[in-house]
């Protein structure tokens, strides 16, 4: 069936520095991927996502670029802030029987130091 | 777009108690779904609905949980004789069509079994 595999964290970073968050995927079909983000005490908010092969999502300087040759949608920032620390879910969209339904990986948090 | 939101946010039952937890979508979306998520891990789906008509339902949804959307606008979940297990937060979902558009969630129950 349908999964996601993420890095597992947690990630520590001190501010400023490079932020790559793995992701990769199993699915038949062409699903849409998802980051999304989970700050603490809040809900999950949509990130960046990408529909299709070869697009780039890309949102509060977080990108991520669909690569079917490789199944993944890694999330990357190129200077991390001490307020994206959250926990990161990538998912994608299982519409193989039409319902949509989001298949997530198992988050990966992310602490950034200043 | 007032957003999706749910109630109660926080439940707090004994073993064997029935609970039944609420979510308002956004008025023009059409899709719901119901989703849990347990400590450390990502959200698992549990069942979708197209307007009012529950069209899939996960395997972990079992006997004891029962969904409805009335006039394909505001969801209950309930869930009888709970258990310890059934401990998570329940998170819910809606979007437009098509499958694949992006779902905004809820801020979730907090479902808490003793």
């Known amino acids: 069936g349908n999964s996601v595999t993420q890095m597992e964290g947690p990630v520590t970073l001190s501010e400023e520095a490079f932020l790559t968050i793995n992701c990769t995927y199993t699915?038949?079909?062409?699903?849409?991927l998802f980051w999304y983000v989970q700050y603490p005490g809040e809900g999950l908010q949509l990130l960046l996502k990408?529909?299709?092969?070869?697009d780039k999502g890309s949102n509060k300087g977080f990108e991520a670029t669909y690569r079917k040759e490789t199944t993944s949608f890694h999330l990357e920032k190129g200077s991390v802030q001490v307020s994206d620390s959250a926990v990161y879910f990538c998912a994608l969209s299982d519409y193989g029987g039409s319902q949509g339904n989001l298949i997530f990986g198992k988050g990966t948090k992310l602490s950034v130091k200043p | 777009d007032t957003g999706v939101s749910q109630d109660p946010r926080h439940k707090i039952t004994k073993r064997g108690q029935n609970v039944t937890f609420r979510c308002d979508p956004i008025?023009?979306?059409?899709?719901l779904y119901w989703y849990r998520q347990t400590l450390g891990q990502g959200p698992e789906f549990l069942t979708y609905f197209q307007n009012e008509a529950q069209l899939e339902k996960s395997r972990l949804l079992s006997d004891r949980f029962s969904a409805e959307r009335p006039k394909g606008s505001f969801s209950t979940l309930e869930i009888q004789r709970t258990e310890q297990g059934d401990s998570a937060m329940y998170l819910c979902?809606?979007?437009?069509?098509?499958?694949?558009?992006?779902?905004?969630f809820g801020p979730g129950t907090r479902l808490t079994v003793l």
């Open positions: 008025s023009e979306h059409n899709r």
């Open positions: 699915a038949t079909g062409y699903p849409s």
């Open positions: 979902a809606s979007s437009r069509d098509p499958p694949g558009d992006t779902q905004y």
């Open positions: 990408a529909t299709k092969a070869d």
